[in-house]
């Protein structure tokens, strides 16, 4: 019988032949190569969907600090390398994906990812941060980030209470800063 499976791996201990996998998938999906992007993401959780054995759909969070406004940091699950094998798109894997990802995270107080699509994620309940992006450098400065930087959240279970047009930071970090 044909399945859709999901399989939670943190990124110290995937093998290597699957660590090859989710390269490959994600150099096919965004048509570009992702090494370099996805090796910045040192401690990282992947969700894997496999279909019928075969791997055909990521996604992976890395815990960062955001800060809205002076509130207090929450603990973030931020999600990156959302990705489904051309063929197997529009099946709903990604939505799944995103679903159990969400699940897994609870223990964070909130979620965030950068999105290719704001309407896409809308309809999966992630809402668009209005207010201004900004990175904190080193030395503790805010960098402000360019106007089309997007940042969706996600209410978790320990969501404070957020109000979406005010500032928003994260740390600085290797690659993609958002
Ligand atoms: C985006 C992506 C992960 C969706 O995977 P998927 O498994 O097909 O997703 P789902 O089946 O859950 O959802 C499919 C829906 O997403 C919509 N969708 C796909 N790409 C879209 C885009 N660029 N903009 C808006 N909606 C999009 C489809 O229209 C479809 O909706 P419909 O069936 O109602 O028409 C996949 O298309 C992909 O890997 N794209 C390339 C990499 C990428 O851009 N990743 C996202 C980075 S945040």
């Known amino acids: 019988m044909e399945q859709f499976n999901i399989k939670v791996l943190h990124s110290k201990l995937i093998p290597e032949i699957i660590r090859k996998d ?12 992702m090494q370099p992007i996805l090796e910045t993401f040192v401690d990282a959780t992947h969700v ?3 279909y019928n054995d075969l791997l055909v ?5 890395v815990t960062r600090y955001l800060q809205a406004g002076t509130n207090p940091m929450m603990r973030t699950a931020y999600v990156e390398a ?3 094998d051309a063929p197997y798109r529009r099946r709903g894997f990604a939505s799944a994906i995103m679903k ?6 609870q223990d964070h107080e909130l979620a965030a990812l950068s999105p290719f699509s704001v309407e896409y994620y809308e309809r999966l309940g992630w809402e668009r941060w209005s207010g201004p992006l900004f990175i904190r450098t080193k030395e503790d400065k805010l960098m402000p980030c360019l106007d089309d930087e997007e940042v969706m959240i996600y209410r978790l279970s320990q969501t404070p209470i957020l109000d979406l047009n005010a500032p928003l930071s994260a740390e600085w970090r290797e690659g993609e800063l958002w």
């Open 22 to 33: 989710i390269v490959s998938l994600c150099n096919r999906a965004y048509e570009k190569d």
């Open 48 to 50: 894997l969907g496999y």
């Open 57 to 61: 759909c990521h996604a992976l969070w």
């Open 82 to 84: 959302v990705a489904t």
């Open 100 to 105: 159990y990802t969400i699940r897994e995270v």
